[in-house]
T-cell receptor, first 112, second 110 residues
Framework: KAGVTQTPRYLIKTRGQQVTLSCSPI?????VSWYQQTPGQGLQFLFE???????NKGNFPGRFSGRQFSNSRSEMNVSTLELGDSALYLC???????????FGSGTRLTVV | ELKVEQNPLFLSMQEGKNYTIYCNYS?????LYWYRQDPGKSLESLFV?????AVKQEGRLMASLDTKARLSTLHITAAVHDLSATYFC??????????FGAGTILRVKS
């Protein structure tokens, strides 16, 4: 059974650029959520999508956005990158939260 | 606002010893998760605790949940080097948003 797939694994961008990260959930999982992990702030919730609808959003600026497609794949976009956006971005999918969340390997974004 | 606190944040253990990691949370919730993270890796699910009094065990790890005290514990029995990792607890209050603790860095020394 394939796990949660995130692409790319590593990314280096320049300040001011924008970036798009992709997440393919486990087959059958309709909920996809995104988290940012940094040494200073730890793991923070970005947003969650279910059946193409954003159900919850964390406390991040509007530069962070996301979407989910009809096949449950999700993308998140960060515009006007700042140095502080350097982080590991993790995607998690879930069929039912009583079974928990499965995380992908993450995308490590470095902004220079 | 839901807050999740873990302690200790760093734990250096001798092989063969027992210890407990504590996870306190500030508002009512009946879903708590434990994850393990190895350096540079993603989060691996360890336990899903769904109700008051829930206890789950896997190998040398045992997790429990007391929803009345808003406390979960992760007990490590007879630690081995392979258990060295960072352990996170996370609380899911709304069914679709995890709030994580800061993590406990565990180092098992031989």
């Amino acid at each position: 059974k394939a796990g949660v797939t995130q692409t790319p694994r590593y990314l280096i961008k320049t300040r001011g650029q924008q970036v798009t990260l992709s997440c393919s959930p486990i087959s059958g999982h309709r909920s996809v959520s995104w988290y940012q992990q940094t040494p200073g702030q730890g793991l923070q919730f970005l947003f969650e999508y279910f059946s193409e609808t954003q159900r919850n959003k964390g406390n991040f600026p509007g530069r962070f956005s996301g979407r989910q497609f009809s096949n449950s794949r999700s993308e998140m976009n960060v515009s006007t990158l700042e140095l502080g956006d350097s982080a590991l971005y993790l995607c998690a999918s879930s069929w039912d939260t009583t079974y928990g969340y499965t995380f992908g390997s993450g995308t490590r974004l470095t902004v220079v | 606002e839901l807050k999740v606190e873990q302690n200790p944040l760093f734990l250096s253990m001798q092989e063969g010893k027992n210890y407990t990691i504590y996870c306190n949370y500030s508002t009512t919730s009946d879903r708590l998760y434990w994850y393990r993270q190895d350096p540079g890796k993603s989060l691996e699910s360890l336990f899903v605790l769904l109700s008051n009094g829930a206890v789950k065990q896997e190998g040398r790890l045992m997790a429990s949940l007391d929803t009345k005290a808003r406390l979960s514990t992760l007990h490590i029995t007879a630690a081995v080097h392979d258990l060295s990792a960072t352990y996170f607890c996370a609380v899911d209050r709304y069914g679709n948003k995890l709030v994580f603790g800061a993590g406990t860095i565990l180092r098992v020394k031989s």
